[in-house]
């Protein structure tokens, strides 16, 4: 079936640093990819949609200076958070879709960042 | 807009009880609805869904039955294993690719 490969699992980082999440669709090609956000005890939260060689679009109140989302290919989409401060710290979760379809999310295992 | 509420966890139970996670929510139009699950470690998988009013999602044993009168999308289950630990996401999509989220149920079964 479809996988979803997200990296690093986990990552501390210092305030100020920025750090690379990644999210490869390891056996088909992902034509969109979502990135989200998650905060203990809530819901997972869509912060933007990735469309392979395009912009991302952002939801309402996410910085794209800040969460900056690169697709550059079928299989792999990344968000880097710039200038990491501690209320960046989060879990990241990735999800990618074949066709835009219901039927067609596949989630990455998420990133836990914890900024220091 | 389009929210989800989902009862808070976590849900404890001995294994073989029956299970029932509450979910409800509210949509504009006819949204699809859906429960997945993630295991520690693990990404979100699609549990089971249900594209319109009346119709029942089912797999692995889990159930669950959109009704619109009640905006509802109940899981149960008759009878879990410690296997079925795990947190569980209900969440509905209305138009679009996006999904709305719960906020997620833990569940712990006992041996």
């Known amino acids: 079936g479809a996988v979803v490969s997200q990296h690093p699992s986990w990552v501390i980082c210092k305030s100020g640093t920025s750090v690379k999440i990644e999210c490869r669709s390891l056996?088909?090609?992902?034509?969109?990819m979502f990135w989200y956000r998650q905060f203990p005890k809530q819901s997972l939260m869509l912060m933007a949609t990735?469309?392979?060689?395009?912009?991302?679009?952002?939801e309402q109140g996410v910085e794209k200076d800040k969460f900056l989302i690169n697709h550059a290919s079928l299989t792999l989409s990344t968000l880097t958070v710039t200038s990491a401060h501690p209320e960046d710290s989060s879990f990241y979760i990735c999800?990618?879709?074949?066709?835009?379809?219901?039927?067609?999310?596949?989630f990455g295992s998420g990133t836990r960042l914890t900024v220091v | 807009g389009n929210s989800v509420t989902q009862m808070e966890g976590p849900v404890t139970l001995s294994e073989e009880a029956f299970l029932t996670i509450n979910c409800t929510y509210t949509?504009?139009?006819?949204?699809?609805l859906f429960w997945y699950v993630q295991y520690p470690g693990e990404g979100l998988q699609l549990l089971l869904k249900?594209?319109?009013?009346?119709d029942k999602g089912s797999n692995k044993g889990f159930e669950a039955t959109y009704r619109k009168e009640t905006t509802s999308f109940h899981l149960e289950k008759g009878s879990v294993q410690v296997s079925d630990s795990a947190v569980y996401f209900c969440?509905?999509?209305?138009?679009?690719?996006?999904?709305?989220f719960g906020t997620g149920t833990r569940l712990a079964v006992r041996p």
């Open positions: 990735s469309n392979e060689g395009s912009k991302a679009t952002y």
């Open positions: 949509a504009t139009g006819y949204p699809s």
């Open positions: 056996d088909f090609q992902a034509t969109t």
């Open positions: 999800s990618a879709s074949l066709t835009s379809t219901l039927y067609g999310y596949t």
């Open positions: 969440a509905l999509k209305s138009s679009g690719d996006k999904l709305t």
């Open positions: 249900a594209t319109k009013a009346d």
